[in-house]
């Protein structure tokens, strides 16, 4: 099981980003995590295997959009009205299940891909 994640770039506050991940063995719960310098890796949105169910966290909340296209096997993240904050390498991972309880959780996930850059500059 291989997940690229790109899309990722310099863009200055109030812009916007397209991530996108390649995914691949079967379609299943996914989600975006991030990592900012000196932090640890958080939540930033998860999605179930046929779009039923998102999840965002609140710092994201009204700015960020996950979805996917399962023809394509790909999940997104759309990133409006980014800030500095946003800064950080965001990784999409992938779960071995259909519908997650926390989609959260990073134990809920069992694959990860290798992460993209995104630098919000002020």
């Known amino acids: 099981v291989q997940l690229q994640a790109s899309g990722g770039g310099l863009v200055q506050a109030g812009g916007s980003l397209r991530l996108s991940c390649a995914l691949s063995g079967g379609t299943t719960s996914s989600g975006w995590f991030r990592q900012a310098p000196g932090k640890a890796r958080e939540f930033v949105a998860g999605i179930s295997w046929n779009a039923g169910r998102t999840d965002y966290a609140d710092s994201g909340k009204g700015r960020f959009t996950i979805s996917r296209d399962n023809a394509k096997n790909r999940v997104y993240l759309q990133m409006n009205s980014l800030k500095p904050e946003d800064t950080a390498v965001y990784h999409c991972?992938?779960?071995?299940?259909?519908?997650?309880?926390?989609?959260?959780?990073?134990?809920?996930?069992?694959?990860w891909g290798q992460g993209t850059l995104v630098t919000v500059s002020s």
């Open positions: 991972a992938r779960s071995r299940l259909m519908l997650l309880s926390d989609y959260r959780s990073e134990q809920q996930y069992d694959y």
